[in-house]
């Protein structure tokens, strides 16, 4: 009797784990559905958007908050908690540090500055930057960040999101303008973002800065939505300079996906 005990317990092993593992997949889905709607949600939301009964959403929910990840508003809504932001940070800045190099290409291949950006929530967040050597160069914080609508990255970003969810964002942001050249009208950007589909890279031409360019395209397939861009002054970034860069950037953005996929960068 006492073997069959022990051969019961450990035929329900897999299962356990199975249904461990399922449970963990099922609570990173839900923040990542969070976090594309802006960071708070209510449980029907979730439920409708991810396909889960509320007792399961209830319950996953419930432990997401006792870890600290999640957090129940007054009004019953949920939250990204705030112990995210450690964990956010310092994945941010181990991707900076991976992009690097391909970023120095960049920087030796065109003589502009090379950015590599994210989106996280509503927000472009410059996670890494290699200079340029000319005298006359552009400079972003690492760390800073900038609405979408104002830039190259978040044009490459947002490029291959639905409209619906593109509108929502731009609801939740506002559209305000950085400079006179600034994208302010939802319709515009939609259109602006078909023009990116169709060739394949996006353009900031004096929208977030006067007088700098910024040229940029998607990494495909990261692991997190991320962006890569180089941006000069306009007298260097022209038209004619764009139809050499743009095919640098789209190179080293499919290698740089490459190596974030092997977690085995350069």
């Known amino acids: 009797m006492p073997s069959s005990s022990a051969s019961t317990s450990d035929a329900a092993k897999p299962a356990a ?3 461990g593992v399922q449970s963990l997949e099922r609570a990173f889905d839900l923040l990542e559905r969070m976090a594309d709607a802006g960071g708070e949600v209510g449980l029907s ?14 319950r996953l929910m419930r432990t ?69 050597r000319h005298a006359v160069r552009m400079f972003t914080e690492v760390g800073r960040r900038v609405l979408p609508h104002t830039t190259g990255v978040g044009k490459a970003l947002l490029a291959n999101h639905s409209p619906e ?39 900031d031409d004096n929208e977030q800065e006067i007088g700098v360019r910024c ?9 997190t939505a991320a962006a890569i861009s180089i941006s000069g002054p306009t007298g260097r970034v022209t038209e004619a300079a764009t139809d050499k860069i743009v095919p640098v950037l789209q190179e080293v953005a499919r290698e ?11």
Not at 45 to 58: D, K, W, Y
Request: aromatic letters at 4%; charged letters at 20%; glycine letters at 8%.
């Open 215 to 223: 040229i940029a395209v998607p990494v495909p397939d990261s692991p």
């Open 165 to 203: 969810e593109v509108r929502a964002l731009l609801g939740r942001t506002g559209m305000p303008a950085a400079t006179e050249k600034t994208i302010t009208e939802p319709d515009a950007f939609l259109d602006a973002l078909t023009e990116v589909r169709g060739q394949g890279f996006a353009v």
């Open 45 to 58: 939301e979730l439920s409708a958007s991810s396909g889960l009964p509320l007792p399961t959403i209830h």
């Open 256 to 266: 740089l996906s490459v190596a974030l996929a092997n977690q085995n960068p350069a």
């Open 64 to 132: 997401l908050v006792a870890c600290g990840y999640v957090r129940q508003q007054p009004n019953r809504r949920y939250a990204l908690g705030p112990r995210l932001i450690r964990l956010g940070e310092s994945a941010s800045r181990l991707l900076g540090t991976w992009a690097r190099p391909y970023l120095a290409r960049l920087v030796e291949e065109t003589g502009e500055t090379a950015n590599m950006a994210l989106l996280d929530g509503d927000e472009i967040v410059y996670v890494a930057q290699v200079p340029s």
């Open 17 to 19: 784990a199975s249904g």
